[in-house]
């Protein structure tokens, strides 16, 4: 069942962005699908890191946002710290300041640190996808393509778009994506499917962190089951990316891990070369199966002090622990024997 329904919002929006043809045909995209799929699905917590440097209110991913666990996260503040240590630190002093954090998320689950006047947080964001009659909202017409589509089974997947994205709270939202974030500032987890303290903690997120913004869409590959949809990729920064890795997953990683017969291998690789020839095809079936690539989005909810972290009831699988060699404030690295 759908978590919440976002109300399609007055007729005939006024946008602010008169001037702009390509936000007018992105707004009109937008205002199509609001009606078409009405509803939104929860479908998890994301977590990622930022960084806001002195004097600034944004705060820029450092990653795709796309973990499952804050401790992943943690991880991936750790060595990117541990990295920035050893490439780029200027001095002694901000080398140092740099690997007193990392110690700290070695050892202890924080989710905020601060090293030559920036401060890095880790950030919790609501994964959502839109859901109508013809089931999982499909890419845009206005979501972004390659010209030239290459289905390169091991060719550099392109660079994300949320990774560099800022999240300001002074900066305004004109048009669609403003009354999107409208709609969905009471999204929470209401569902009785979701533990107690996970409800209690989203209801509470209401009134700590009442703002919200929306990240870029990213795509992915579900199968359609009887009751659910199962995604089989991880999130993609383009549709084409999922098509492509959808398209390659049954062709050299299934049958491999899935121990298909050669019938079933075979039958696998010819829909994945099907389904190539076919460009920009969203639906794809065989042998009994249906596979469709969806959008999806995350909003990120913010409160006076910028966006929110982790909460109480999100679990981790993990403990901090030291993933890198030992550096002191020069540079020099002891490896373990």
Known sequence: MPDHEVPPGPPNPHTGQEDDPVARVRDADAWDRRHRYPYVVLRGPVFGYAQQAAGSSGWRLLCTMSDGYPQ??????????????KDDADSPGTRRELLDAVARLETEPVDEVTAGGVRYRVLRGDEFARLGPGGMEPPRPTDPEPAVPDWAPRRRRTPSRVTGH?????????GMELLERKALARLCYTAERYPRDVRRDSARALATHPGVTLLPATFTAVEEKPDSWEPLVGPQPTPHDARRSLATAMEEFWPRIHHYDPAETADYARAAARYRSAHQEDTLRVRGRCFRIVRTQSL?????????GPRPSDTDVSEPSRTHPVMDEHGTITWDH
């Not at 992943?72 to 240590?85: E, M, Q, V």
């Not at 800022?166 to 004109?174: G, L, S």
């Open 72 to 85: 992943d996260a943690r991880d991936g503040l750790n060595s990117h710290l541990w990295f920035k240590a």
């Open 300 to 308: 990120v909810r913010l409160g006076p002090d910028g966006p929110e």
């Open 166 to 174: 800022v999240i300001d709270p002074r900066q305004p939202a004109a």
